[in-house]
């Protein structure tokens, strides 16, 4: 089972590509760590509580009210995520101690929630599972994909397509939220396969179509099938795939830290 690591920069077009990926004639299932990442800090979650913790005091605004509450719970009001990402993105450094504090707080409960997908899917016999990451390679899940496959898109257009979509946010929102992320160029140089989404969506329905075609072929039903059955096999492959994904990733990092 070849596990694809989809990523990008915010609105650069992930949701878009995953929509392609499960929809026919490609019909694989896509986990959506954005989604998870919205489950996991549900009122009554390990995760709320943290996030109260760590935020309530000093975050006007930070739950929804009771009356218009979109996620009505009987643990509480639910967490308003506009006011935490204004909170959390940008580039002061309250704004950088914030984002760690939150993604540790977020982080290990998505990671075992991919987990727990990647085995349902995998019991279910799919050749191929997409995996929507936004922080793929900053939280290194990188390794532990087949392929890693990044949604590139101009910065300009970048900013227009999340203001157009978020209208919520000001510019200086918009421009905060991308320069909180990993630079496009880093992301270049750790990714597998880029995929530009600067033209109509047509033209990414095809590079979608012509990308799952070629890891299709390389893929045989039979690999599939042999690789569910033979369960040691599956861990050796597996270990295999982790150890050479390792070092291409220590050597990736080296490569990207002599361009600092
Ligand atoms: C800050 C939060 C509450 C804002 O929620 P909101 O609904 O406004 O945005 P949403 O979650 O849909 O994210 C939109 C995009 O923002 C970017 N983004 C989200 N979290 C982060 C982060 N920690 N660092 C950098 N970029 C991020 C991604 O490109 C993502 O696709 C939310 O993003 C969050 O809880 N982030 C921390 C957890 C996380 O890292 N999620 C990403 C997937 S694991
Ligand atoms: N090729 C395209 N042409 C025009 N608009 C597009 C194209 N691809 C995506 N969009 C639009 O750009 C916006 C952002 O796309 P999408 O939501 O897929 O990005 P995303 O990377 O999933 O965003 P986020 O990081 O916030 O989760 C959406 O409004 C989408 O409809």
Redesign the pocket.
């Known amino acids: 089972m070849l596990l694809i690591g989809l990523t990008?920069g915010?609105?650069?077009?992930?949701?878009?590509?995953s929509k392609i990926f499960s929809s026919p004639p490609h019909s694989l299932p896509v986990i959506d760590a954005?989604s998870l990442a919205h489950t996991v800090i549900l009122p009554g979650t390990p995760a709320y509580r943290k996030i109260l913790q760590n935020f309530l005091s000093t975050t006007p605004g930070l739950l929804h009210d009771p009356e218009t509450d979109p996620n009505p719970s009987p643990h509480g009001a639910s967490i308003n995520r506009k006011v935490l990402g204004r909170r959390v993105f940008g580039t002061s450094d309250a704004n950088k101690r914030d984002i760690k504090i939150l993604n540790g707080i977020v982080h290990p409960a998505v990671r075992w929630a991919i987990f727990r997908g990647i085995v349902y899917y995998w019991l279910r016999g799919y050749w191929a599972i997409v995996l929507d990451i936004?922080l793929l390679f900053e939280s290194r899940l990188d390794i532990y994909c087949g392929v890693s496959l990044l949604?590139g898109l101009e910065p300009e257009l970048q900013l227009e397509?999340?203001l157009?979509?978020d209208a919520f946010l000001t510019r200086d929102d918009g421009e905060k939220r991308i320069a909180s992320q990993m630079p496009l160029d880093k992301k270049i140089g750790f990714a597998d396969v880029v995929i530009w989404?600067n033209?109509?969506?047509e033209e990414?329905e095809r590079e979608i179509g012509a990308f799952v075609e070629r890891y299709k072929r390389r893929r045989p039903w039979i690999w599939t099938l042999v690789m569910q059955v033979f369960w040691p096999a599956t861990g050796l492959v597996i270990s295999w795939r982790l150890l050479g994904n390792w070092l291409k990733r220590r050597r990736l990092d080296a490569k990207a830290a002599k361009k600092e």
Do not use: M
């Open positions: 990008g915010i609105a650069t077009g992930k949701s878009t590509v954005d936004p949604v397509r999340l157009k979509r989404n033209d109509s969506k990414l």
